[in-house]
């Protein structure tokens, strides 16, 4: 299965479900919404930490905020509606990526965060299932949260603020 990873304690919390399932997993690390670029390389950095021994393997395609930035034009304000923009964009390449490498299924460690629109996501992936013809792995990992954000602190991962975009800076 190819996982979209946000960061590295929400991929601690889908490992916490994860690692007890017979699934053999690539992390795909593509998050253009993350700014500035410092803050993209710390997440980076963390999450590589944190998948280290997990994973079968890690795809981090590069970072081109240019894409998050016109994935959303016109939405920057619109709070929350911007995110479903967001979420498309991250998943959309995702399924398109898992499709192209033969995986059989895709899926994202957003669906771990009571932070996020999970209705919103898991209607976009099945969207996308269909579109690209994969499977769209969906499992309500929210109840992992507090387990991976437990996990990131004892193992020192960085925990971010906020969600990533410039958008969201002020929220923290």
Avoid at 44 to 68: C, H, I, R, W
Wanted: glycine share 4%.
């Amino acid at each position: 299965m190819l996982l979209h990873t946000c960061c590295g304690p929400c991929f601690l919390g889908v490992w916490e479900d994860l690692q007890n399932k017979d699934l053999e997993i690539t992390n795909y690390y593509f998050n253009p919404n993350i700014y500035p670029k410092k803050e993209y390389q710390r997440r980076l950095d963390n999450f590589m930490a944190a998948t280290l021994g997990k994973s079968k393997a890690v795809v981090v395609p590069e970072y081109e905020p240019a894409q998050y930035s016109q994935a959303v034009q016109g939405q920057e304000d619109n709070f929350p509606e911007r995110c479903k923009y967001c979420y498309r964009l991250r998943l959309s390449k995702t399924a398109k990526f898992a499709k192209e490498n033969n995986y059989d299924a895709f899926s994202t460690t957003l669906l771990v965060s009571p932070y996020q629109n999970h209705e919103a996501i898991k209607k976009i992936g099945e969207d996308l299932a269909k579109e690209f013809g994969i499977k769209f792995y969906y499992e309500d990992w929210r109840p992992f949260f507090r387990a991976g954000q437990k996990t990131a602190t004892e193992t020192e991962i960085y925990r971010q603020k906020y969600c990533g975009c410039e958008y969201s800076r002020d929220f923290r």
